[in-house]
Nanobody, 111 residues
Framework: QVQFVESGGGLVQPGGSLRLSCTGS?????MGWYRQAPGKQREFVAS???????NYADSVKGRFTISRDNAKNTVYLQMNSLKPDDTAVYYC????????WGQGTQVTVSS
């Protein structure tokens, strides 16, 4: 099964920005970003088709942007206007697949 590597997380103050990256053999897949906060179930954040059509969870619309560079086998998640509620481990995966999760990347939004 294809697996992916997430990177780019860190500690940021409220209102700040981060850009996450997801690399792997993904150019033919619709891809999704997901997150899991402590004590909560993993939830959908954003998705992008192989052709570039995007979809977002209501909680991140207008703040997050998903994009992809198929030549680099990379999907990005640009996160702006971050809030403490965005604190979570962020994962990428083939959209709709609930297996073969990677390690994720921790995002902490705190002052």
């Amino acid at each position: 099964q294809v697996q992916f590597v997430e990177s780019g997380g860190g500690l940021v103050q409220p209102g700040g920005s981060l850009r996450l990256s997801c690399t792997g053999s993904l150019r033919f897949y619709a891809m999704g970003w997901y997150r899991q906060a402590p004590g909560k179930q993993r939830e959908f954040v954003a998705s992008i088709t192989s052709g570039g059509n995007t979809n977002y969870a209501d909680s991140v619309k207008g703040r997050f942007t998903i994009s992809r560079d198929n030549a680099k086998n990379t999907v990005y998640l640009q996160m702006n206007s971050l809030k403490p509620d965005d604190t979570a481990v962020y994962y990428c995966n083939v959209y709709g697949r609930d297996s073969d999760w990677g390690q994720g990347t921790q995002v902490t939004v705190s002052s």
